[in-house]
Nanobody
Framework: QVQLVESGGGLVQTGGSLRLSCVAS????????MRWYRQAPGKQRELVAA???????VYADPVKGRFTASRDNAKNTVYLQMNSLKPEDTAVYYC?????????????WGQGTQVTVSS
């Protein structure tokens, strides 16, 4: 079994900051790309950021310059530092990871953590 567990969500005022964490645990041989997605009410889930094993990152345009993704490979953990938060950042944030198990790569998702930004 493999689990992705997010933490760090909450309620914050406009302009505030939050740091999300996501830990992958279980029968893991190797973790490849780790990603953060978000889904706002009534909207489709969208990619926020991705981090490769080497630490290279990509970001969605709405969060560039405000969010920073990073990871600790030794701990199978990915982080999302969110600064200058806006009400439109309100969403459930999900962690996603490509994980190699016994014979193949499998996509896993966390349960999500709520981020609410008040105006």
């Amino acid at each position: 079994q493999v689990q992705l567990v997010e933490s760090g969500g909450g309620l914050v005022q406009t302009g505030g900051s939050l740091r999300l964490s996501c830990v992958a645990s279980g029968s893991i041989v190797r973790v490849n790309v780790m990603r953060w997605y978000r889904q706002a009410p009534g909207k489709q889930r969208e990619l926020v950021a991705a981090v490769t094993v080497a630490g290279r990152t990509v970001y969605a345009d709405p969060v560039k310059g405000r969010f920073t993704a990073s990871r600790d490979n030794a701990k199978n953990t990915v982080y999302l530092q969110m600064n200058s938060l806006k009400p439109e950042d309100t969403a459930v944030y999900y962690c996603n990871a490509e994980i190699f198990r016994t014979t193949r790569w499998v996509d896993f998702w966390g349960q999500g953590t709520q981020v609410t930004v008040s105006s």
